[in-house]
């Protein structure tokens, strides 16, 4: 049984908006048509009008939902390297208490119109709320070291955790700049084949900058509060991304995430080096550790592709791509919606390489069907809501 839905507007994505659009799903959320509101395809049919714009279920392009359990409890505006020093020395839970929140970390996803996610993991625990779950997941299990004589047994330890999950859509990838070493990037760089995708935090604090830069700042009390000899780390003279993207396989897809101290230069720098690579931004997780937003709108002229994450409820009391969405528009005038809810749904899909099935209103796609109310025609403003539909 086919169900019509119309509403102010329909935004497919992958073509222009349709004002007054309807759309056409089955049981199984697979979409039989979309059309404009005289379609002769719709003479007799029962059509359920909605007051707000329909788009396909958001693809949240990064999330470490197994620090589900963390929402709340660290504190705000520390800081990167505080931030992390709090994280991995915050008491441990019960497995059964991390289990739980990430049931319902999962669930208030799927609430919140979310259809996919890129999910980072140091852990098992998330595999199996993924077996079951309504929404699509691509497991980043990250690998990092510091030390030079555990290269291996770090890369190695990772491919365990990897076995936990879906074989297609999980893949390995290194942590960080400030916590792989240059043997480890290195040693990775041999042992990934190619299809493997990667997704790596980039820039999230100028302490990284610096760290590269100068072998100066923050970083340097987190290595020592962590035990790691940092002797024989050399300052590079230049930014992070500029020091390890060449340590990083060439042919892979990347995704560089954060981005908060990205500059022009950085930006000039990864076009030389002819990769391909998406952008992810996390504006509420940015604003809840560091204070700052990401220079967006230098993406935006460079024509960079984007894709929206919300990182974890250890730096963000929401997993809501919405919400990410209206902070960056309350906080960049000029940006066009139109554009925007692509960084939110098809270009994570298709880096994912899920567009095939979700990320736009196409014909033959299950890609969720969601409302956004109180939109003032093509505008988001603050007061906008979501409702999955389908």
Not at 110 to 122: K, S
Not at 176 to 186: D, H, I, Q, R, V
Not at 277 to 304: R, S, T
Not at 306 to 314: C, E, F, N, R
């Amino acid at each position: 049984m086919v169900k019509y839905y119309s509403g102010d507007y329909v935004l497919p994505v992958t073509n222009l908006p349709i004002k007054r659009g309807v759309v056409g799903i089955d049981e199984s959320g697979t979409i039989q048509g979309i059309y404009t509101n005289d379609a002769v395809e719709l003479v007799g049919k029962e059509i359920e009008h909605l007051d707000g714009v329909l788009i396909p279920g958001f693809i949240n392009a990064h999330c470490h939902i197994e620090l589900s359990h963390l929402k709340g409890k660290i504190q705000k505006g520390t800081g990167l390297p505080k931030f992390l020093s709090t994280v991995m020395t915050y008491k441990k839970e019960t497995a059964r208490t991390i289990q739980k929140q990430i049931e319902k970390a999962d669930k208030l996803m799927f609430e919140n119109g979310i259809q996919a996610v890129a999910d980072h993991v140091n852990t098992t625990h998330s595999a199996q709320v993924k077996e079951s779950s309504k929404i699509k997941y691509h497991t980043f299990v990250e690998v990092m070291g510091l030390e030079n004589d555990a290269v291996d047994s770090r890369i190695d330890a990772a491919i365990e955790v990897k076995y936990s999950f879906d074989e297609i859509h999980s893949s390995l990838t290194p942590h960080a700049p400030y916590s792989c070493s240059k043997l480890l990037f290195k040693a990775f760089k041999k042992k990934i084949p190619v299809g493997n995708l990667l997704s790596i935090h980039n820039q999230e604090s100028e302490e990284e900058n610096k760290l590269f830069r100068y072998k100066d700042g923050e970083f340097l009390s987190f290595y020592k509060e962590i035990g790691h000899n940092y002797d024989d780390f050399k300052a590079q003279a230049r930014n992070s991304i500029q020091s390890y993207l060449p340590n990083l396989p060439v042919r892979n897809k990347l995704m560089l995430v954060h981005n908060t101290y990205t500059s022009l230069k950085d930006l000039d720098f990864v076009e030389r080096m002819d990769r391909d690579v998406v952008w992810c931004l996390c504006p509420k997780a940015n604003l809840y550790i560091e204070g700052v937003l990401p220079k967006v709108m230098n993406f935006v002229h460079d024509d960079q592709k984007i894709v929206i994450g919300t990182d974890s409820l250890a730096s963000n009391d929401t997993l809501d791509v919405l919400e990410e969405l209206k902070v960056l528009h309350n906080a960049f005038p000029a940006l066009d919606f139109v554009n925007t809810i692509k960084w939110a749904t098809i270009n994570g899909a298709e880096f994912l390489s899920f567009d095939d099935q979700i990320g736009s209103l196409e014909v033959g796609k299950r890609p969720g069907l969601v409302l956004l109310k109180g939109m003032e025609n093509l505008r988001l403003t603050t007061n906008v809501t979501v409702q999955r539909i389908a």
